[in-house]
């Protein structure tokens, strides 16, 4: 059974930093993908971090570039978010996910697991 949880989420002022977790159970291959999404009120989901475990190969969408930096503790089965110079547009419900197979892509579709989500508000 693969299951993902976030945790982290919080309220922070304009310029501050959160660090999201989702931790995950073992899953039975050692080469997966996992990303990061957020979906805010009256917005599409966005895709914008994700890993692939097999080379640590990560990828950013370009909104949150240079600010934001996922990374992975393979002892511990968690992958971080670390988000810097956070503004009230990164406000949203984030997701962990893992996809299909050795998918790297930040779309959705691509991903067939879910975790529950934490949310992020940015306001002063």
């Known amino acids: 059974q693969v299951q993902l949880v976030e945790s982290g989420g919080g309220l922070v002022q304009p310029g501050g930093s959160l660090r999201l977790s989702c931790t995950t159970s073992?899953?039975?291959?050692?080469?997966?993908?996992i990303g990061w999404f957020r979906q805010a009120p009256g917005k599409e989901r966005e895709g914008i971090s994700c890993i692939y475990s097999r080379f640590g190969t990560k990828y950013y969408a370009d909104s949150v570039k240079g600010r934001f930096t996922i990374s992975r503790d393979n002892a511990k089965n968690t992958v971080y978010l670390q988000m810097n110079s956070l503004k009230p547009e990164d406000t949203a419900v984030y997701y962990c996910?893992?996809?299909?197979?050795?998918?790297?892509?930040?779309?959705?579709?691509?991903?067939?697991?879910w975790g529950q989500g934490t949310q992020v508000t940015v306001s002063s």
């Open positions: 996910a893992k996809a299909r197979g050795e998918w790297r892509t930040l779309d959705g579709n691509a991903y067939n697991y």
């Open positions: 073992r899953f039975t291959s050692d080469y997966y993908t």
